[in-house]
């Protein structure tokens, strides 16, 4: 390979479509890299499964020169090595010297000392104790000169767009570098132009992203530290066709009613020329093959005038076909549009008109447009496929033609008829501010303005003239006139005047307001005073309003006077406030009360006066009541009624509480009268009570509480009576009563018409002997010493119907751990309970509860006896009796399977087989050897050990155990293996050890002593035959 600068690089990239490289430069500084265009670089190394999956590279046999350098190189190493551990230090700071960017790989230039082959010399120009920079040189010399020895690496695996690249390490066996690590340069060539694609220090790597057909070539470059090796020769190959690429949407030339003429472009074909391509059409009911043209274009014919058609393309090669493209859609053509109706106005406005117009199909329309005040004719406005258009910039109050046609690919059609629309009119100007025209009154004055500048293109129709005196703007005049009169105005306020016109396009701005100011005058009347609640006995708020008009002067006070029925006149009040409380009245009592406005000026005429009546007081609170107990449940009260403070009483109000707490009181009388009688009163229960009376003023205060206590009785009726019924019993249940001042001695309970007493006082009785099935009715009394109480409310209590029979019993599967009972069927709706006792048991427990006819009880123990019982229970007859016990016993057992044998070699074809003992169980031992894994049984019995005779030398045999008690088996134990040793071997004759191979050197040495041996015995044939015979 040939030395390369710089410049030639330039040289080779700017003719690389003319020179072919071979392979890359090989220099110390790492191999030249040239990119071609589209290829970018990528790094992929192998996983360990593709290495294990493709066939490694063939061993290449070396041939007698590279023998020789690797074993010079092996023993130049384990020397180094050796003067290390020795004590002889090596200069490792020596450095390596630098290798050209290009290097033969046939021969190098050397001094006297350095090998002339490329192989290691040994002895020549140096000897032993030769220096250690002569040792480096010679090293660095070796290890380029082993790394140059690259191979060309493998190509396999390949697919379309990846190949799998594999080479050897160049390190013979045995060989290794000390503190060097090899790293692999792999280099990718296409078009000429080689880049790296891996950089490590695995043997294989997997090239992805390859175009389909195109040929590559790859070469191995070696770099140990420092120190880069020859590239390797470039091992072509081609990557396999694939189909072809997407093709890009077809695209249509000529379209007419009955045909279309499609063209697209060509694609890459992927390595396999394309041999067709496949055109297929949906005119609705889905695509169908129409051609397969070889050309990139084609004509379809037969088709239908203005008619929608979908068209997709695909390529095929010998690979196959590749991806359809997306579709085209094509419309034939067909007749000229017609003439579409004019042009419809949507909106109007002062500099635009708002057009549209309706759409029979797809198509495009042009607008035009004649301005009749400028005479230029008819211009386009617009052209586009909107339905819909505003044209602006126009002038106000003006007339404008248009008219509309339509256009589609079969071609243009004729122009409607012509319309006329007029743009609005704008709004005009604001007019001039109103001034006021002559004197100013105190409650009118005139005003005047000036019409508007720019009327908006037509006359001005109306004026509106607005006044704001406080409260917000006011229309005072509207009409067309430019003077206006304002009358009815409050005096010394101050008014803002406005005005604005209008004509048939809307109104104008308001103009610049106007102030103006009346006279002031005394304030006018107050409106009469107004109560602000009801007046009471003794005082009355009242508050006024605001005079309308307060002369145009700050107020200074108000004046409130006040007169009664005696004409007494008094002042109540004086300030500026418009509100106040009246007091020191008198209860019942009419008045008379007005209101004065002042100002500056002076005092305004009085307000309307106000009549009203003070209200009367509430009645004082009476005494206490007086009480008499007529009986322990009623009392009779009294009471005498208090003054009622100017207003005649309406009415008494007893109330009543049993604790003498405010909220607990309520009431049990109100009226005219000044006693009652209270009833049903609670015997020996303290009572409380107050009375009050009410007149027109309101309800008085309470009286003294006054209190009793009624006497003893009889005790109340019990509550919550309640039953539990069975089918010939009840028993009743109740709350307890109230005693009435004496303990509860007894119950008595009547059922229908017999009664019961309770022994002592326990609120519950069992009365039996009942039908079933049966209503009675039932209450109850309490009885003290006082006598019997009242009966409780009429309760009804039925009696339970007779509970179901409990059905027989019977064991109909039995287990070694379950047993399954079963029983006949009863009424639909009955329920059954199982109970079970075992025999260690004393007590019978539930084991089942349901509607079915049988149950499966579990988790029991073998051959062993078990008690069952039933009862049966339903809704109505509640729980029966219990059956007779049943006795059920279950099954034995198998015994359990065995733990695995141990078997232990007694000799060399003997064994002994011992396994752990089952309770109560005897064995059968089986055995079988490892190559068949037949069983046979060997042994039966009740011994946990048997001795295995005459077994074969080397074989191996499996043995298992299985027990066996009451006739029933266990499953087989985990089988044990043993392997008896083989035979003797007998004695081994002694074989002659094959001869030694000999060096090259001694075969040399060897030769050339026979040579010499073969000259003398010549030369001494000679000289006898030449020295004369005596």
Same mark, same amino acid.
Not at 488 to 515: D, F, K, M
Not at 535 to 563: F, K, Q
Not at 721 to 733: C, F, G, Q, V
């Given at each position: 390979m040939n030395k390369m600068s710089g410049s030639q690089h330039n040289n080779i990239e700017e003719n690389s479509s003319k020179e072919t490289i071979k392979g890359p430069t090989n220099g110390a500084g790492g191999p030249q890299h040239y990119y071609g265009g589209g290829y970018p670089a990528h790094f992929h190394p192998v996983p360990p499964h593709h290495m294990q999956h493709s066939p490694p590279p063939p061993v290449y046999q070396k041939d007698e020169r590279t023998q020789r350098q690797y074993s010079k190189l092996k023993q130049k190493l384990e020397r180094k090595h050796n003067n290390r551990n020795n004590g002889i230090e090596v200069n490792s700071g020596a450095s390596t010297p630098s290798l050209s960017p290009r290097k033969e790989l046939n021969g190098r230039s050397g001094g006297s000392g350095g090998a002339s082959s490329g192989a290691w010399s040994e002895g020549e120009g140096s000897s032993a104790g030769a220096?250690?920079?002569?040792?480096?040189? *010679?090293?660095?010399?070796?290890?380029?000169?082993?790394?140059?020895?690259?191979?060309?690496?493998?190509?396999?695996?390949?697919?379309?767009?990846?190949?799998?690249?594999?080479?050897?390490?160049?390190?013979?066996?045995?060989?290794?570098?000390? *503190? &060097?690590?090899?790293?692999?340069?792999?280099?990718?060539?296409?078009?000429?132009?080689?880049?790296?694609?891996?950089?490590? $220090?695995?043997?294989?790597?997997? &090239?992805?992203?390859?175009?389909?057909?195109?040929?590559?070539?790859v070469c191995l470059q070696i770099r140990a530290g420092e120190i880069t090796g020859a590239a390797s020769e470039a091992a072509t190959f081609r990557a396999p066709p694939a189909p072809p690429d997407r093709p890009s949407p077809a695209r249509v030339q000529q379209r007419t009613r009955t045909s279309v003429l499609l063209r697209w472009s060509s694609v890459a074909d992927n390595g396999a020329r394309i041999t067709h391509f496949i055109l297929e059409m949906d005119a609705g009911e889905g695509f169908t093959e129409l051609k397969r043209p070889r050309t990139p274009q084609h004509t379809v014919n037969n088709l239908q005038p203005q008619t929608r058609y979908r068209f997709r393309i695909a390529a095929v090669n010998e690979c196959g076909r590749g991806e359809w493209s997306d579709e085209t859609v094509v419309w034939t053509a067909g007749p000229p549009p017609p003439a579409p109706a004019p042009p419809v106005l949507t909106t109007a406005e002062s500099t635009s008109l708002s057009l549209a117009w309706k759409r029979e199909a797809e198509e495009e329309f042009t607008l035009q447009m004649d301005d009749v005040t400028q005479g230029h004719g008819y211009l386009v406005v617009y052209s586009g496929p909107d339905c819909e258009y505003v044209c602006d910039r126009l002038r106000r109050a003006s007339d404008y033609r248009f008219r509309l046609r339509s256009?589609?690919?079969?071609?243009?059609?004729?122009?409607?008829?012509?319309?006329?629309?007029?743009?609005?009119?704008?709004?005009?100007?604001?007019?001039?501010?109103?001034?006021?025209?002559?004197?100013?009154? $105190?409650?009118? %004055? @005139?005003?005047?303005?000036?019409?508007?500048?720019?009327?908006?293109?037509?006359? /001005?129709?109306?004026?509106?003239?607005?006044?704001?005196?406080?409260e917000g703007y006011s229309c005072a005049y509207r009409g067309p006139d430019r003077e206006a009169h304002c009358d009815r105005l409050l005096p010394g306020t101050q008014y803002r005047a406005r005005v604005r016109c209008s004509n048939v396009a809307g109104e104008s701005e308001w103009s610049s307001s106007e102030t103006v100011v009346t006279e002031a005058t005394c304030p006018s009347a107050c409106s009469p005073p107004e109560m602000a609640s009801a007046p009471r006995s003794?005082?009355?708020? /009242?508050?006024?309003?605001?005079?309308?008009?307060?002369?145009?002067?700050?107020?200074?006070?108000?004046?409130?006077?006040?007169?009664d029925t005696d004409g007494l006149v008094r002042l109540v009040h004086v300030g500026l406030e418009s509100e106040c409380i009246v007091r020191e009245l008198l209860p019942g009592r009419e008045y @008379?009360?007005?209101?004065?406005?002042?100002?500056? /000026?002076?005092?305004?005429?009085? $307000?309307?006066?106000?009549? %009203?009546?003070?209200?009367?007081?509430?009645?004082d609170a009476p005494e206490a009541p007086n009480l008499t107990l007529e009986t322990p449940r009623s009392a009779h009260v009294e009471w005498t009624a208090p003054p009622n403070n100017g207003a005649p009483i309406l009415d008494f109000r007893l109330q009543m509480s049993a604790t003498n707490v405010d909220d607990s009181f309520t009431e049990v009388y109100r009226g005219m009268d000044t006693a009652s009688n209270i009833g049903k009163l609670t015997p020996f229960t303290p009572y409380f009570f107050r009375v009050c009376a009410t007149n027109s003023a309101g309800r008085g205060a309470w009286s003294p509480v006054r209190d009793v206590l009624t006497a003893r009785a009889p005790p109340a009726a019990p509550a919550g009576l309640r039953h539990e019924a069975t089918a010939d019993s009840l028993r009743l249940h109740w709350r307890i009563p109230a005693d009435h001042g004496a303990e509860v001695l007894r119950y008595r309970v009547e059922i229908d018409d017999t009664a019961f007493d309770t022994e002592g006082p326990t609120p519950e009785r069992l009365v039996e002997g009942l039908s079933p099935d049966t209503v009675y009715r039932v209450r109850v009394a309490a009885l003290n010493?006082?006598?019997?109480?009242?009966?409780?409310?009429?309760? @009804?209590?039925?009696?339970?119907?007779r509970p179901p029979a409990p059905p027989t019993i019977r064991c109909a599967q039995a287990a070694h751990n379950h047993l399954r009972l079963e029983w006949d069927a009863g009424v639909q709706g009955t329920q059954y309970c199982v109970e079970m006792r075992p025999p260690d048991a004393r007590e019978f427990r539930p084991v089942y509860r349901g509607s079915a006819h049988s149950c499966k009880v579990k988790k029991l123990r073998e051959a062993t006896s078990y008690s069952f019982r039933i009862r049966a229970s339903d809704e109505r007859g509640g729980r029966g009796v219990w059956g007779p016990a049943v006795a059920a016993r279950t099954a034995a057992a198998p015994p359990p399977a065995p733990h695995a044998p141990t078997v232990a070699l007694q000799a060399p074809r003997s064994a002994l087989v011992s396994w752990d003992a089952v309770d109560d169980a005897d064995y059968v031992l089986q055995c079988a050897r490892s190559k068949d894994t037949i069983f046979k049984e060997v042994y039966s019995g009740s011994e946990t050990t048997y001795q295995l005779e005459e077994l074969e030398y080397g074989a191996e045999y499996q043995v298992r155990v299985g027990a066996v008690r009451c006739g029933l088996a266990s499953a087989w134990s985990s089988p044990a293996?043993?392997?008896?040793p083989p035979?003797?071997?007998?004695?081994?004759? @002694?074989?002659?050890?094959?001869?030694?191979?000999?060096?090259?050197?001694?075969?040399?040495?060897?030769?050339?002593?026979? %040579?010499?041996?073969?000259? /003398?015995l010549v030369a001494v044939l000679v000289q006898r035959l030449v020295e004369p015979r005596p």
């Amino acid at each position: 390979m040939n030395k390369m600068s710089g410049s030639q690089h330039n040289n080779i990239e700017e003719n690389s479509s003319k020179e072919t490289i071979k392979g890359p430069t090989n220099g110390a500084g790492g191999p030249q890299h040239y990119y071609g265009g589209g290829y970018p670089a990528h790094f992929h190394p192998v996983p360990p499964h593709h290495m294990q999956h493709s066939p490694p590279p063939p061993v290449y046999q070396k041939d007698e020169r590279t023998q020789r350098q690797y074993s010079k190189l092996k023993q130049k190493l384990e020397r180094k090595h050796n003067n290390r551990n020795n004590g002889i230090e090596v200069n490792s700071g020596a450095s390596t010297p630098s290798l050209s960017p290009r290097k033969e790989l046939n021969g190098r230039s050397g001094g006297s000392g350095g090998a002339s082959s490329g192989a290691w010399s040994e002895g020549e120009g140096s000897s032993a104790g030769a220096s250690v920079q002569g040792d480096d040189d *010679n090293d660095t010399q070796a290890l380029l000169d082993l790394l140059s020895a690259t191979r060309t690496p493998q190509v396999s695996d390949m697919t379309p767009t990846s190949a799998l690249v594999q080479w050897n390490s160049p390190l013979p066996e045995g060989v290794t570098l000390p *503190n &060097v690590e090899l790293t692999y340069d792999l280099l990718l060539g296409d078009r000429g132009r080689y880049k790296a694609i891996y950089s490590g $220090s695995s043997l294989s790597c997997r &090239v992805r992203d390859l175009r389909p057909g195109c040929e590559y070539s790859v070469c191995l470059q070696i770099r140990a530290g420092e120190i880069t090796g020859a590239a390797s020769e470039a091992a072509t190959f081609r990557a396999p066709p694939a189909p072809p690429d997407r093709p890009s949407p077809a695209r249509v030339q000529q379209r007419t009613r009955t045909s279309v003429l499609l063209r697209w472009s060509s694609v890459a074909d992927n390595g396999a020329r394309i041999t067709h391509f496949i055109l297929e059409m949906d005119a609705g009911e889905g695509f169908t093959e129409l051609k397969r043209p070889r050309t990139p274009q084609h004509t379809v014919n037969n088709l239908q005038p203005q008619t929608r058609y979908r068209f997709r393309i695909a390529a095929v090669n010998e690979c196959g076909r590749g991806e359809w493209s997306d579709e085209t859609v094509v419309w034939t053509a067909g007749p000229p549009p017609p003439a579409p109706a004019p042009p419809v106005l949507t909106t109007a406005e002062s500099t635009s008109l708002s057009l549209a117009w309706k759409r029979e199909a797809e198509e495009e329309f042009t607008l035009q447009m004649d301005d009749v005040t400028q005479g230029h004719g008819y211009l386009v406005v617009y052209s586009g496929p909107d339905c819909e258009y505003v044209c602006d910039r126009l002038r106000r109050a003006s007339d404008y033609r248009f008219r509309l046609r339509s256009e589609t690919a079969d071609g243009m059609g004729p122009w409607s008829s012509e319309v006329s629309y007029r743009t609005l009119p704008e709004r005009p100007g604001p007019p001039g501010r109103p001034v006021p025209r002559g004197k100013i009154h $105190s409650r009118a %004055f @005139r005003l005047r303005w000036d019409p508007p500048t720019d009327d908006g293109g037509t006359a /001005v129709e109306s004026y509106t003239l607005e006044i704001d005196g406080g409260e917000g703007y006011s229309c005072a005049y509207r009409g067309p006139d430019r003077e206006a009169h304002c009358d009815r105005l409050l005096p010394g306020t101050q008014y803002r005047a406005r005005v604005r016109c209008s004509n048939v396009a809307g109104e104008s701005e308001w103009s610049s307001s106007e102030t103006v100011v009346t006279e002031a005058t005394c304030p006018s009347a107050c409106s009469p005073p107004e109560m602000a609640s009801a007046p009471r006995s003794t005082l009355v708020p /009242v508050r006024w309003r605001t005079p309308d008009c307060i002369g145009g002067a700050p107020l200074t006070e108000y004046r409130l006077e006040l007169a009664d029925t005696d004409g007494l006149v008094r002042l109540v009040h004086v300030g500026l406030e418009s509100e106040c409380i009246v007091r020191e009245l008198l209860p019942g009592r009419e008045y @008379r009360m007005w209101v004065t406005a002042c100002n500056r /000026v002076g005092a305004g005429p009085p $307000s309307t006066a106000l009549r %009203f009546k003070t209200a009367p007081a509430p009645p004082d609170a009476p005494e206490a009541p007086n009480l008499t107990l007529e009986t322990p449940r009623s009392a009779h009260v009294e009471w005498t009624a208090p003054p009622n403070n100017g207003a005649p009483i309406l009415d008494f109000r007893l109330q009543m509480s049993a604790t003498n707490v405010d909220d607990s009181f309520t009431e049990v009388y109100r009226g005219m009268d000044t006693a009652s009688n209270i009833g049903k009163l609670t015997p020996f229960t303290p009572y409380f009570f107050r009375v009050c009376a009410t007149n027109s003023a309101g309800r008085g205060a309470w009286s003294p509480v006054r209190d009793v206590l009624t006497a003893r009785a009889p005790p109340a009726a019990p509550a919550g009576l309640r039953h539990e019924a069975t089918a010939d019993s009840l028993r009743l249940h109740w709350r307890i009563p109230a005693d009435h001042g004496a303990e509860v001695l007894r119950y008595r309970v009547e059922i229908d018409d017999t009664a019961f007493d309770t022994e002592g006082p326990t609120p519950e009785r069992l009365v039996e002997g009942l039908s079933p099935d049966t209503v009675y009715r039932v209450r109850v009394a309490a009885l003290n010493e006082l006598g019997v109480g009242d009966w409780s409310e009429e309760a @009804r209590a039925a009696t339970r119907p007779r509970p179901p029979a409990p059905p027989t019993i019977r064991c109909a599967q039995a287990a070694h751990n379950h047993l399954r009972l079963e029983w006949d069927a009863g009424v639909q709706g009955t329920q059954y309970c199982v109970e079970m006792r075992p025999p260690d048991a004393r007590e019978f427990r539930p084991v089942y509860r349901g509607s079915a006819h049988s149950c499966k009880v579990k988790k029991l123990r073998e051959a062993t006896s078990y008690s069952f019982r039933i009862r049966a229970s339903d809704e109505r007859g509640g729980r029966g009796v219990w059956g007779p016990a049943v006795a059920a016993r279950t099954a034995a057992a198998p015994p359990p399977a065995p733990h695995a044998p141990t078997v232990a070699l007694q000799a060399p074809r003997s064994a002994l087989v011992s396994w752990d003992a089952v309770d109560d169980a005897d064995y059968v031992l089986q055995c079988a050897r490892s190559k068949d894994t037949i069983f046979k049984e060997v042994y039966s019995g009740s011994e946990t050990t048997y001795q295995l005779e005459e077994l074969e030398y080397g074989a191996e045999y499996q043995v298992r155990v299985g027990a066996v008690r009451c006739g029933l088996a266990s499953a087989w134990s985990s089988p044990a293996r043993v392997v008896v040793p083989p035979a003797p071997a007998p004695a081994r004759p @002694r074989r002659s050890r094959p001869p030694r191979s000999l060096s090259p050197r001694h075969t040399a040495l060897l030769i050339a002593a026979g %040579f010499l041996l073969v000259a /003398v015995l010549v030369a001494v044939l000679v000289q006898r035959l030449v020295e004369p015979r005596p």
